[in-house]
Every structure is written in C-alpha cells, then in structure tokens.
C-alpha cells in the first residue's frame, strides 16, 4: 500500500473509533501557550480520533493585531480550541484541550481551565515570553501543569536556562518534546499524570 493510501487508512480508523460503552470517568487536561507553539499540533498527535479543530485560515486584518514574529509562515489559527481523546482503560477517558495562543483569545481560557486535572505549557524558546501570562493564569487558578519546550531547531538553550528565563519553580517539571511525533507527546502527558502524582501524595501527608 503507498503512504498516501496507508495515511487515509490511519485517519478513516482515528475518526471512527468508537468510545467505550463501560467509560465512565472523563480527565480533562489542557494544552496552553503562545500564538504558534504547537498545540494543535500536539492535539492532533495524540488524539485516537481524528482531532475537532477551529483553525482558520489567518488573512491580512490579522497582522496589526496578532504579532507573528518567528511564525512569519504561519497560515491558520486556532480561534476556539482544539479537542481530542484518548481512552486509557475501559473506564477512563482522557479529553485534551488546545488553547488558542493569541491575546484576543485569552479570555476563553479560564473556561477551559475549569474542572482540568492539570495543564501542558508549550513553549518555544524563540518566544518565551509568551508562555508568561499562561504560567501565571494556571498558577492563579492552582491548575497543576508542566512545561514542555517544543522542538523548534532554533537556537540552543539548556532547560535549566529556560527555568531561569520563566522563572519557574523547581517543583514544577520542565520537559523536551517533538509536537510533531505521537509517542513524544504521549511522553509529555505521562509527565503531567505523574507530576500531579506526586502533587497528590504530598497533599496526603500533609498533617
């Protein structure tokens, strides 16, 4: 079978898989971040059904208001949020969320925030700034998250710079990923399940 064929194959079976009728238990996590970073992208990689997206192509009105510095070739956008799922027992269903990055779309945030059991911050070391006001919005809200620096090919910085430049507290796990590769960003939500593991268990033995 050519790629092609193999291709429309793999999406005609993601965009018909059934959810189980024992399913029971929806988690809700959320991937945030600035204008371009790679949510949808790592939505769309991990989901087990063909992701619902709301990208629109982007056109000229746009360029005042949304700053596209280092995303130049960008050509649509998030205008709502990306959705997509994964099943990981018989009874338990993770829903994953894609924030919209650009400012005019932040107050649909908090919304999506609600009732999430933890957070994903993608961040692209060439724009670090904007993972600013995501960072700051989880921490208001006492969302446990991670931050995943996503794989750009730009300039090399160390993770612990990136900390430094985020200033991010040393509880809170920073990780490298691929947005583009499926068991990369399987890797990024398994660190988040277990850093609110962890966050748990602490919790527990608090007195």
Request: proline share 4%.
């Amino acid at each position: 079978m050519d790629s092609n064929g193999s291709d429309t194959a793999l999406l005609r079976a993601r965009a018909s898989a059934p959810l189980r009728s024992t399913a029971s238990n929806g988690l809700k996590i959320v991937v945030v971040g600035g204008f371009g970073v790679g949510k949808t992208t790592l939505v769309g990689s991990v989901s087990e059904i063909r992701p619902l997206n709301t990208e629109e192509t982007m056109t000229r009105a746009g360029e005042g208001v949304d700053d596209l510095t280092g995303v130049a070739d960008k050509r649509s956008t998030t205008v709502a949020f990306d959705f997509g799922r994964i099943t990981l027992d018989e009874r338990q269903v993770l829903y994953l969320f894609g924030a919209p990055g650009q400012e005019r779309f932040w107050f649909l945030w908090d919304r999506l925030f609600t009732g999430a059991l933890g957070a994903v911050v993608l961040v692209d070391t060439r724009r670090l700034e904007e993972s600013w006001h995501a960072i700051d919005r989880l921490e208001h809200h006492g969302t446990p998250f991670i931050v995943a620096r996503n794989d750009f090919g730009g300039p090399g910085h160390s993770l612990a710079e990136v900390r430094a430049a985020l200033d991010l507290p040393a509880h809170v796990p920073l990780v490298d990923c691929d947005a583009r590769d499926r068991a990369s960003g399987k890797q990024v939500l398994i660190a988040l399940i277990r850093h609110i593991e962890q966050l748990v268990l602490a919790e527990e033995k608090t007195p």
